[in-house]
């Protein structure tokens, strides 16, 4: 069902702050950053091998991210696995009796489509389906 990691996001505070540390420090190189408005969030990505960092800052206060941020502070917040079918994903997942955030898919920022799985379901870790677009790509 899996194909593997498709990224590993961390929320951060301020993504600038954050990027001399990944990208300063550790040399990692940013492929793009992105304003997400109807997520309250900012993220930028950072390819590692066949995956990508993702750091995650809030925009609003309002946003889940931004609750995480205060209740957990930075650190990790999802990890995103890659599927061929997210439906069937979903539906394998409903029947082993895990509980989901999304019941059917959503549209994600590079047109992909999407689903969480949620964390009580994982020993504490949020989970994010990606389904793999034509050819590979995961935007």
């Known amino acids: 069902m899996f194909t593997g990691v498709d990224h590993i996001a961390i929320v951060v505070r301020d993504i600038q702050e954050a990027l001399k540390v990944y990208r300063d420090a550790l040399g990692l190189e940013v492929s793009e950053i992105k304003e997400v408005p109807d997520q309250g969030v900012r993220v930028a990505f950072l390819p590692v091998g066949e995956t990508r960092l993702e750091l995650v800052q809030p925009t609003s206060e309002e946003s889940g991210v931004a609750r995480f941020l205060e209740k957990r502070g930075e650190g990790i917040h999802h990890i995103c696995l890659k ?57």
């Open 83 to 139: 599927v061929r079918d997210i439906e069937a994903a979903l539906k394998q997942l409903s029947k082993a009796g895990l509980k989901l955030i999304d019941e059917k898919p959503r549209i994600g920022i590079h047109g992909q489509k999407l689903a969480f799985v949620h964390p009580k379901s994982l020993c504490g870790v949020l989970l994010e389906l990606y389904e793999e677009q034509e050819g590979g790509s995961y935007g």
